[in-house]
């Protein structure tokens, strides 16, 4: 079974950075796209970042220019690097399989974006 452990998250002004990690464990990391989620109170957990086996990238609007997903198969994590960020990114963000059945959700990592 995968196992899916966030870090990075914290407390950050408007216009700040935050990079964040997601470690996998299992093979199946290697085989499909993967991706970042948020979810916000209230809000179901919405897939905001991809990144499929071959490298290519797809962004929900709310993020594209601001944000940069990768991955590191070899190392099996998935990072999101955030800039620019505003208010309304303060959410908990979570990494998992994109485009298909999830495992089993991580903890996720807040992030809070606030002056």
């Known amino acids: 079974q995968v196992q899916l452990v966030e870090s990075g998250g914290g407390l950050v002004q408007p216009g700040g950075s935050l990079r964040l990690s997601c470690a996998a464990s299992g093979s199946i990391f290697s085989l499909y796209a993967m991706g970042w989620f948020r979810q916000t109170p209230g809000r179901e957990r919405a897939l905001i970042a991809a990144?499929?086996?071959?490298?290519?990238?797809d962004y929900a609007d709310s993020v594209k220019g601001r944000f940069t997903i990768s991955r590191d198969s070899a190392k099996n994590t998935v990072s999101l690097q955030m800039n620019s960020l505003k208010p309304e990114d303060t959410a908990v963000y979570y990494c998992?399989?994109?485009?298909?059945?999830?495992?089993?959700w991580g903890q996720g990592t807040l992030v809070t974006v606030s002056s």
């Open positions: 990144i499929t086996r071959g490298g290519s990238r």
């Open positions: 998992n399989l994109a485009y298909r059945r999830p495992e089993p």
